[in-house]
């Protein structure tokens, strides 16, 4: 298959903050210099105040988000709309929880996360489940835009939050996964939109 059926992701070397005004056009292009669609990857603190959030029910609500450490996912997608968008990222959030469920089983381990739309729990009771997540899809003149956190260290966040420093996970046990599994899943979306006899 071509190069049209991949999807690119590239990992920073250095942390930065993710303060929200990283989610614009062309920010994987002028800052990771990753062309066309792609997911960008970096770690670093959450520092996203009422104003930067894209979710109105968020901004009028007056909401925050905040973590001292994060794995920052930030995908662009050219030539998708935002319906095509938000079920990208439902299958992402799919994707990154059947990763981390496997990491757990991988070490006989009894924790399982659970999935509510975009969000990632711990704890199936709600009066005790804490949040591992963060993300929000939106479109541009250009593209879509994804953002998608997930919690290392969540200390500072203003709902119940867990990190997976506290799960005992690694940063890069989960990219690396995670990158592995999304890569494959993407090409075989895109192969099975081509592979088909048309129906006239």
Not at 70 to 92: A, C, D, K, Y
Not at 169 to 195: G, H, N, Y
Request: contains cysteine; glycine residues 8%; negative net charge.
């Amino acid at each position: 298959m071509g190069e049209l059926s991949t999807i690119t992701f590239q990992v920073a070397e250095k942390d930065r903050v993710y303060t929200g005004v990283e989610l614009r056009p062309h920010f994987l292009l002028s800052e990771m210099g990753l062309r066309g669609s792609g997911i960008g990857v970096f770690v670093g603190p959450c520092q996203v105040k009422t104003e930067h959030l894209v979710d109105w029910e968020d901004r009028l609500a007056h909401d925050r988000i905040e973590a001292r450490q994060m794995i920052h996912f930030i995908g662009e997608f050219f030539g998708m709309s935002l319906n095509e968008g938000v079920l990208t990222q439902r299958f992402f959030m799919a994707s990154l929880m059947d990763v981390m469920n496997e990491l757990f089983e991988s070490q006989s381990r009894p924790e399982r996360l659970n999935r509510t739309g975009d969000d990632l729990w711990f704890g199936r009771d709600e009066s005790t489940r804490r949040k591992l997540s963060v993300s929000i899809v939106t479109a541009t003149p250009v593209s879509v835009l994804m953002h998608v956190g997930i919690n290392i260290d969540p200390a500072g966040a203003p709902v119940p939050a867990i990190g997976i420093a506290e799960l005992g996970l690694k940063p890069e046990q989960v990219i690396s996964r995670l990158k592995e599994r999304f890569s494959k899943e993407w090409t075989d979306m895109k192969w099975a939109c081509t592979k088909v006899r048309p129906m006239v």
